[in-house]
């Protein structure tokens, strides 16, 4: 008898020990409270500044050799787009900046806001992704390997600002495309994004991110009347690479300001925490229910214990 | 096939025939009529001939997904990146299969062997559930040629699909060694039976872990999106756990179902032990999945209490919430309940009936209705949905061709015998 219960239970223990060694670790504990690289550039984006002239979006389409659009960039008429009954117009794989034109209940004049990757400093997409394509460098860029994406879209679902876009129409290699902070042709050799570059208007300040979050509150400061006393992408989602300053409340220039403070992985901590413990305690938890529940009884079915008996070691 | 008797065929149910000879491969297979026979019985089925008509259909759109990509069937949304594929097909069909680690759990590891006519039902349900999830899977992918990559080539250990995707891949195997007992037995491979069923509670514990945390996880999956995921649906700290705790009505009512059809449909099949202990077992699992409905309904009131999120009831959306939970939690309670007080088999059938499509509603409002509440609703495109019957039906199919053969609804002879 006794031989039985303890090879059950080895049995158990055993299954329940390659479950444990299949457990994944857990990066998400490590990095617990990243707040993104100290040296990690970012841009600055002040939203008082834009005048919606697209060149940014040009810029774009020109250094990521991306497709001509079906209108130029100086048709002023996409600003008038709506989507999906009440949508504005948002990133693409064929797109990965624009810029949308936003009316305000208390101007005459309206807000325009342009449209990107915010590179977080723990992005989403990287903390959602099974294959690990995504990767926050050093410099602030958050970017994508192609090579290794499966194709399950996991990262578009946890983008709290709808950025990644898929090429589903491609065949064999379908992939996804986001603003990359123009890592490969500029950041990494120090160099501003064709975007900012390109800005007529100095919308965009680049440089490392701690110090333009300084500059971002000194400019509300000696302005207070101009600008809204906040700092989209300051602490949204645990702090964005870009963020921005406004002269209206940023929901009017449709921002989410109901995002959370912390970064999204923050929410998924409690069920990772669960799984180490389901692995530890369920082995030998429901071995001893079964150990409980089956004593003095049959174990096993009643051609299975003939087996038992003449399995003693 | 309720014919077979009109052919004068006893059905393929023991090692041995009648008369001593052994069962050929072939007749097993048909079984036991000639080729002709069986050509014959199959081509006057009319569920044949409905499957027939979705597969006429079905299988080449599902061919025209991988010539002309993912774009060519669904709406290409950015927004939606996750559609009917997922939606219903990995999100609803894995609870729908919890049923094997209940069964398994109840006979192997609490030794209610009384349970047993039911538990390779329970089995092979959770076993086809989550391979078809897997099918679907696959179409959806953008390049499902390279699912293995999480597992050997490129980690992403912090993400819970990893963990998704890991657990499903095991849990699968463990659910084929669960049921492979029931095949070594048709095929007559005894020494694999016997080394299975050696291992029978590891296999058993193992899959209480695994599908703990991959039910679980599932839910899990939707905190990476707070705010896109309407908040009644949407809970941090308890959505594991809702979906986890769910999938266990989930699972023992879709057995349920499947044994209310298999009674009417293929009784042919069914032994004396089965059709003789089904409604007693029925009642059962409706205990089981009352106490599990319970459980449920309890933490969904917790849940919304945990975040104060009473203020949306008043809204449309929380209209549509009443209607999930009214109609597909409560007023299945209710009637499992009554059903199980008086006895009444057919009231726990219904019961059981209203649960199964209320997991479906739940899944289908995190998934899709809701998700994404406050930009704009998306309709599907027409060829997700003949794509996603299409599967269901290989599905249903497959799932008869099993049950016509293996010892699943019937106790296989030579080993009753001994």
Known sequence: ?313 | MKKLETFGIKPHDASLKADGEKWSIMEKLLLGLTLDQYIGQAIRNKLNWFFAIIFAIGIPVIIYRFIFSLGAVTHASYDYPWGLFLGFGLFCMVPLSASGFMLGTTVEVFGRHDFEPIERLALLNGLLGYFFAVVYLLVDLGQPWRLSYPMVYSFGPAAVLFLVGWHVATYLSVQVAEVSTAFFEWIGFQRGYDFIRKGTIGLTVAGIILSTLHQGALGALFLYAPGKVHPLWYSAPFQWILFFISSIPAGLCMVICVSTIVIHTMKWRCDKRFIDNLDWITIALAKGSAMGLITYLIMKFIAIAHDNEWAYFFTGWGAWWWFEILGFVILPLVILSYGIHNKLVGLCRIGAFLTVLGILLNRLNTALITFNWQLYQEIPHYLEFVIAITIFAIYVATYRFILARLPILYKFRSQAEE
């Open chain 1, 1 to 313: 008898m006794s031989k039985i219960t303890r090879r059950k239970f080895l049995a158990a223990s055993a299954a329940g020990g390659t479950a444990i060694m299949m457990a994944p670790t857990k990066k998400a504990f490590a990095a617990g409270s990243f707040e993104g690289f100290p040296d990690g550039m970012g841009v600055l984006v002040d939203l008082t500044r834009c005048v919606g002239c697209r060149t940014c979006e040009a810029a774009c389409n020109k250094e990521q050799k991306l497709p001509e659009p079906a209108l130029p960039f100086d048709d002023y008429s996409v600003f008038d787009e709506i989507h999906h009954g009440n949508q504005k117009r948002r990133t693409t794989d064929k797109a990965y900046t624009i810029v949308n034109r936003y009316d305000l209940k208390d101007s005459d004049e309206p807000l325009y806001r342009k449209i990107q990757c915010n590179h977080c400093n723990e992005p989403a997409c990287l903390t959602s992704c099974f294959v690990n394509a995504y990767t926050k460098t050093p410099e602030g860029a958050v970017i994508y390997n192609s090579h290794v994406c499966v194709g399950c879209r996991n990262c578009m679902i946890a983008c709290p600002f709808h950025i990644p876009a898929y090429t589903y129409h491609s065949v064999l290699n379908p992939v996804i495309k986001k603003c990359i902070f123009c890592y490969d042709t500029r950041l990494k050799e120090g160099r501003p994004p064709a975007c900012v570059e390109s800005c007529p208007q100095q919308v965009m300040t680049f440089g490392k991110r701690k110090d333009l979050m300084v500059i971002a509150h000194e400019r509300i400061k000696k302005n207070p009347d101009k600008y809204i006393d906040h700092v989209y992408g300051e602490k949204e989602v645990g702090g964005t690479g870009w963020f921005y300053i406004s002269s209206a409340p940023f929901e009017e220039a449709g921002f989410d300001v109901h995002l959370p403070k912390k970064p999204i992985i923050d929410n998924v901590k409690d069920f990772l925490a669960i799984v180490p413990v389901v692995l530890t305690v369920w082995p030998a938890l429901f071995t001893g229910f079964h150990l409980l529940a089956t004593k003095g009884k049959s174990h096993g079915h009643g051609d299975d214990h003939s087996h038992d008996e003449q399995e003693g070691h």
